[in-house]
């Protein structure tokens, strides 16, 4: 079984590595950040994605809502700041983005995969 993220920037790039047009959103909130020393969380990372999974739900391939899926299964399987960020900044919105039911099929077929 694949490490859940531990970090922001390594949830980025398990995001990036799903979803390579997302590349630029950690920088974009690394240059926001006002303190060299405070980090990015995991809530602002997936507020972006939100915004940019919404905009391009008709553009992603079946393999990449596929490994999505899995990583937000796997993911809120662990409590945590992972697990809340993922359910409070993603999945309680993808009905108001409208994109739950495209991305329905893929939480089930992951749930059954890690035994839900």
């Given at each position: 079984?694949?490490?859940?993220?531990?970090?922001?920037?390594?949830?980025?790039?398990?995001?990036?590595?799903?979803?390579?047009?997302?590349?630029?959103?950690?920088?974009?909130?690394?240059?926001?950040?006002?303190?060299?020393?405070?980090?990015?969380?995991?809530?602002?990372?997936?507020?972006?994605?939100?915004?940019?999974?919404?905009?391009?739900?008709?553009?992603?391939?079946?393999?990449?809502?596929?490994?999505?899926?899995?990583?937000?299964?796997?993911?809120?399987?662990?409590?945590?700041?992972?697990?809340?960020?993922?359910?409070?900044?993603?999945?309680e919105?993808?009905?108001?983005?409208?994109?739950?039911?495209?991305?329905?099929?893929?939480l089930?077929?992951?749930?059954?995969?890690?035994?839900?």
């Amino acid at each position: 079984m694949k490490s859940l993220p531990k970090s922001s920037k390594e949830l980025n790039d398990a995001l990036v590595g799903i979803f390579p047009a997302f590349s630029g959103g950690f920088e974009e909130l690394a240059s926001s950040v006002t303190y060299e020393k405070e980090e990015i969380s995991f809530h602002a990372l997936m507020r972006e994605f939100t915004y940019f999974f919404g905009k391009g739900i008709d553009s992603f391939s079946e393999k990449q809502l596929e490994e999505l899926g899995d990583l937000l299964v796997r993911a809120t399987r662990s409590k945590g700041p992972l697990e809340n960020a993922i359910d409070t900044c993603f999945l309680e919105h993808a009905k108001k983005i409208k994109v739950n039911r495209k991305l329905a099929r893929w939480l089930s077929k992951a749930r059954a995969k890690h035994g839900a």
